[in-house]
């Protein structure tokens, strides 16, 4: 079993930043490949971006490509989403995720464990 926590959510003006981070327990992670979705109201759950078990092997939607970098930190069992250049529709509750396999970690039905989101809020 694996517990996911994000935090680092919040209400930011548009073009600004925030940086969400995703801490794990019960398991080490870098066993696992990991990522973040986000949901935004009467949308689909959707892939935001990913990062293999050693970071060597980076996801990015196109709609966050240049704007936003994940990272993550082994050792602490942690991994991050700074978001650069916010959008109003980049509004949405963000959650954390972990996968075994690379091509489950962007696919929302095949994720394992999930964290319990953070709201990411973006005025105009």
């Known amino acids: 079993q694996v517990r996911l926590v994000e935090s680092g959510g919040g209400l930011v003006q548009a073009g600004g930043s925030l940086r969400l981070s995703c801490t794990a327990s019960?398991?080490?992670?870098?066993?696992?490949?990991m990522g973040w979705f986000r949901q935004a109201p009467g949308k689909e759950r959707e892939s935001v971006s990913a990062?293999?078990?050693?970071?060597?092997?980076?996801y990015y939607a196109d709609s966050v490509k240049g704007r936003f970098t994940i990272s993550r930190d082994n050792p602490k069992n942690t991994i991050y989403l700074q978001m650069n250049s916010l959008r109003p529709e980049d509004t949405a509750v963000y959650y954390c995720a972990t996968a075994p396999l690379w091509s489950s970690i962007v696919d929302a039905p095949k994720v394992n464990y999930w964290g319990q989101g953070t709201q990411v809020t973006v005025s105009s």
């Open positions: 019960g398991r080490p992670v870098s066993n696992y490949h």
């Open positions: 990062i293999n078990f050693s970071g060597s092997t980076i």
